[in-house]
């Protein structure tokens, strides 16, 4: 009875239209009503213990990070320079859109906002050269899901403060998944160039290559610095954060000279409104959290799949089997928030890695984002290239399938990502 007033509660109100974090809300009313323990101060204990974390606070700081280089020219100079490397290839642009998105991948972290910012530069010139559209939108919108991945990567805080796994390992056992999956999607972008006819652009010179690679190595140097960081013990994922919003805004400010003292407030305040839509999502997520645990919903799954524990590679297939469906009709962040403390105590029970586990839950609510009906990188590379939603869906089926085999190659061989976190761990 108590899953299915969780369950009634949550996908009701969501079916509703009532946004994910006051349906999160409307559940965690719902189950106290249900267990009889409703209690006003409860509710905003836990509302603001939810938010009170200091591993949370690396959020605000990359996402401030992220706006600042969109505005500051990091963002432009990051997308000339695979241009001037592989712009001349056969299918050129494609690549470009790759080493891209993995580039802003590893300095902002966020999926949404990398989709943007490389569909906005490169999709008008894909189409004016030919490429075919639908195509290049499912091309960019996919490798745009390379971002939670690949460090700093704010869905591996939010699994991490959830679940109580170092978010530092999270991030170094990110970077290996996150460059198969780019060299993924340059194998099936260059089987499907070779079958068109696309317009090549002209060599560049080694002295504009030269020039680009200058002007777009004080961009380059931010994940050399966070990762670095990482690997040294330097500093935290939170003190990370700081790190980069603060070099971001010097290289902005004084070297690119792009950011100017006067848009400073709306860059901050759009940093804000981003910050507290996730913050929210995360406190209202922690009472849902909280009721999910005294009701102990955790061990009713546990005990229904308790016969698949002796066998940790069909269970994960079983997992992520449900977490793929969960993430065609919800979000990312609320689906790491909601399940992950239903699926971490069982997983730990199978003897399986919780490192491990994190990075194939995020990345399979990765691929979430590009499912219709509900996908925001969906959504945003549809409006940004005003293609009609089904021909969005259509261009971005190929590439979809090559990142869900990817992730069944990581649940049958743990080791492709096991093993380079072990090198990369000090």
């Known amino acids: 009875m108590t899953v299915v007033i ?3 509660a949550l996908l009701g109100a969501i079916l509703l239209g009532v946004p994910v974090a006051f349906a999160l809300l409307i559940c965690g009313i719902a189950l106290m009503l249900h267990l009889e323990v409703f209690d006003a101060q409860i509710l905003a204990q836990q509302l603001v213990s939810g938010a009170d974390s200091f591993s949370l606070m690396a ?15 990091l963002s432009k100079r990051i997308i000339d320079l695979p241009m001037k490397l592989v712009g001349h290839k056969r299918g050129g642009l494609g ?4 080493l891209a998105a993995m580039i802003m991948a590893s300095l902002s972290g966020s999926a949404v906002a990398d989709t943007a910012a490389v569909a906005a530069m490169l999709l008008p010139m894909m189409k004016t050269t030919g490429y075919p ?19 700093p990567s704010i869905p591996f805080i939010v699994f991490g403060v959830a679940s109580g796994v170092s978010i530092t390992k999270l991030f170094l056992a990110g970077i290996f998944p996150g460059i198969l999956m780019g060299c993924c999607l340059a194998m099936l972008w260059w089987w499907q160039a070779k079958r068109l006819n696309l317009m090549t652009f002209s060599k560049a010179t080694k002295k504009e290559l030269c020039l680009s690679f200058k002007q777009s190595i004080w961009a380059l140097l931010l994940p050399v610095i966070i990762i670095g960081g990482f690997r ?7 003190e990370a954060g700081a790190v ?9 400010i004084f070297i690119y000279k792009e950011l100017k003292w006067s848009q400073l407030y709306g860059v901050i305040l759009n940093a804000a409104k981003t910050t507290a839509v996730v913050m929210f999502l995360v406190a209202a997520a922690q009472v849902t959290g909280w009721l999910i645990t005294v009701a102990e919903l955790p061990q009713m799954m546990t005990e229904l799949l308790e016969p698949l524990i002796e066998s940790p590679t069909l269970l994960l297939i079983v997992i992520m089997l449900a977490v793929f469906v969960i993430g065609m009709v919800m979000d990312l962040t609320p689906t790491v928030l909601i399940l992950t403390p239903v699926l971490m ?12 586990f994190g990075v194939l839950f995020i990345l399979n609510t990765s691929i979430g984002l590009i499912t219709p009906p509900v996908g925001n990188v969906l959504n945003v590379i549809t409006g940004v290239s005003k293609l009609p939603f089904d021909q969005a869906a259509k261009g971005i089926l190929p590439y979809m399938l090559m990142m869900i085999v990817l992730l069944l190659a990581f649940v049958f061989f743990p080791q492709l990502i096991l093993t380079p976190l072990a090198w990369l761990q000090p």
């Open 95 to 98: 690549f470009v859109a790759i």
């Open 244 to 252: 980069a919003a603060f070099y971001a805004l010097i290289v902005s």
């Open 232 to 238: 040294s013990g330097m500093f935290t994922p939170t």
């Open 6 to 8: 969780f369950l009634t």
């Open 133 to 151: 559209l639908d195509k290049s939108a499912g091309l960019i919108g996919t490798a745009g899901i390379i971002a939670p991945i690949i460090p």
């Open 345 to 356: 105590p069982l997983v730990e029970e199978a003897g399986i890695d919780p490192v491990y």
């Open 59 to 73: 959020i605000p700081f990359f996402i401030l990070a992220g706006e600042i280089m969109n505005e500051g020219g």
